[in-house]
């Protein structure tokens, strides 16, 4: 039996809360995945309706105790409207100035994983060393290390550099992905982190690499590249039902 605990209250609109669940659920499944790192990274969705208002993670709690109506309503200029906890200060920083610069996507993810890192810290950047890989390469750009929180234009070089991708790896810092839907911005990382695991695995053999042909290569950026409508929606129901029979406490 699939449970479906949910608790919607007055204080949010039926938009809003639908949101709150999907956000929610992406912390919940970043936990899952281990691609946390203790209390720290940060996931974002534009609030519908309101106008330079995001949600966030309340800062200090980890993301397997997050839930729909824990997350703090903010605007760009880092107003908290909603919730009672503070923020990570270079969280709101960087999702605010991609939100503000990409109308077209609604869902921010920011991670620190441990292959991402080994990645973004290789000249070579992404290779095309396996098929996770060429999925996202069309979508991948690139931003050099910079802390957030004392170089006053670095968030507008981050969004520049983000450009209308949908992916960045962060040098020497983590990733980030994009998304017109939770399902998209999630897989969206999940490839291009399951790409870093594979790269790093393969690098450290020490052998001799196998890259596929160019026309290959450029046949599966073309795929992996945004169409119509958002990709994942197939994945994030199963991904849904895996959480709601481990803990739906998320959606409340």
Sequence with gaps: MIATVETHTSSFTAAEWKMRVELATLYR????????????????ARVPGEEGCYLINPYGLMFDEITASSLLKVDYDGRVHSGAHPYNEAGHLIHSAVLKARPDIDFVLHSHTRAGIA????????????QHAMGV?????????QDVTSAADECAKLAGDLGDKCLMILHNHGLLACGRSAAEAFCYHYDLEMACKVQVDVLRSGTETL??????????????????EPKGA???????????????????
Excluded at 137 to 145: E, F, I
């Design 211 to 228: 890259q596929p042909p160019a026309p290959v290569v450029e046949g599966l950026k073309a795929w992996g590249d945004p169409g119509p």
């Design 119 to 130: 990645v973004s810290a290789m000249a070579c950047g992404l290779l095309p060393l396996s």
């Design 29 to 44: 499944l970043f936990a899952h995945y281990g691609w946390t790192d203790l209390i720290y990274t940060h996931l974002t």
């Design 137 to 145: 390469l069309g979508q991948v750009a690139y931003h050099p290390y």
């Design 234 to 252: 197939m994945e994030w129901a199963a991904l849904v039902r895996l959480l709601e029979r481990k803990d739906p406490s998320f959606k409340t």
